[in-house]
């Protein structure tokens, strides 16, 4: 259906209009409409009684001589007019609700582009819904959605509150819609969240080697310099614990984070990656295991609460680590 070919009806010039300031293709517009007078012409007849079978035909058109639509059943070659009695009022509203919605879709898709060059960022959302499957999010001046397997477990976050998110990926949906997916639960967020307080981690100055986190926990964070003077534990922790304290604000209450110095002499890094615990021993690293002793005293602080100081630190450097009391140092 061509809109040159019709005459400047107010509907057709409202559609022009519409398509020219908005930047969206007439035809789409058309289309769109014919499959909702479609849909609305179905509803119209089971509120009327009438069953319309799945397998019959139809297709909408609008009347160049007066800018009305039909409705029309499709048997073969041939066509029957089947527009009920006041169909047009219906049509009228149908026709505006799927033009509103062509619009917000495609501001949408605007905006899903913009935010399409941000990926692997953190961006400010306000909470709007929750959920036992998803998160809903204002992003800018559209949605975002934050799954259930991307939160941090046992973390409320109150409706209207405004927080960060990891802009994860842009997904398509089954019908062609694209998702904003966010997570609060991904190691990089935690990167960007250094990268956003710490300079020297931004600059690229001091870098983040590795990271073990059980999200909503504990936070394990490897860190090194590539510029002689740069203490980079240093400076993720800041003066007075300044930066650390401002990554910590952004994280559930509960969450503990230990930044430690990488080393690549793998004994030194099992002693910081167990950080809190001092006076720790390696006393033996083999195959994919590291055998490691700590004063009585440190033994507690060595495993963690259910084990998970020393689960981490596994996880950083990459062997299960077996810890024993040192009876020497006692």
């Known amino acids: 259906m061509d809109l040159k070919k019709l005459p400047k009806t107010e509907f057709a010039a409202a559609v022009a209009q519409i398509a020219g300031e908005r930047n969206i293709d007439v035809q789409s517009i058309l289309d769109s409409i014919e499959m909702g007078l479609i849909s609305a012409y179905k509803r119209d007849q089971k509120e009327h009684g009438v069953i319309v079978p799945d397998e019959d035909q ?3 058109e609008l009347a160049p001589e007066s800018g009305s639509f039909k409705v029309y059943k499709i048997d073969g070659d041939k066509k029957q007019d089947v527009t009920p009695p006041g169909f047009g009022r219906i049509a009228a509203q149908t026709a505006k609700q799927v033009i509103d919605q062509r619009i917000h879709e495609v501001e949408k898709e605007t905006v899903v582009a913009e935010f399409a060059k941000k990926i692997g960022t953190l961006i400010s959302c306000i909470v709007l819904k ?5 998160m809903v999010v204002g992003v800018g001046k559209t949605e ?9 477990r046992n973390e409320i976050i109150p409706l209207g509150t405004k927080k960060l998110f990891l802009l994860k990926e842009i997904i398509k949906d089954d019908i062609g819609h694209s998702e904003i997916i966010l997570s609060r639960r991904d190691n990089n967020f935690i990167k960007e969240l250094f990268s956003r307080e710490v300079p020297e981690v931004a600059n690229g100055s001091v870098v983040i080697e590795k990271i073990a986190r059980t999200p909503g926990e504990r936070t394990k964070i490897a860190v090194s310099s590539n510029q ?15 930066r650390i304290q401002a990554i910590l604000g952004e994280l559930p209450m509960e969450e503990k984070v230990d930044v430690v110095a990488h080393s690549q002499n793998l004994s030194q890094f099992i002693i910081q990656a167990l950080s809190p615990a001092q006076s720790v021993k390696v006393v033996e690293v083999k195959n994919n ?9 440190q033994l507690a602080l060595a495993i963690g609460g259910g084990g998970e100081n020393v689960r981490l630190a596994g996880q950083l450097v990459g062997l299960e680590i077996k810890i024993s009391p040192d009876q020497s140092a006692e």
């Open 58 to 60: 139809f297709t909408a």
């Open 144 to 152: 975002g959605i934050c799954p259930k397997d991307e939160q941090i």
């Open 130 to 134: 929750n959920d036992p499957y998803k």
């Open 289 to 297: 295991y590291a055998n490691v002793t700590v004063p009585e005293s």
């Open 228 to 242: 002689p003077g740069i203490d980079p534990v240093g400076s993720c922790i800041g003066q007075k614990g300044s």
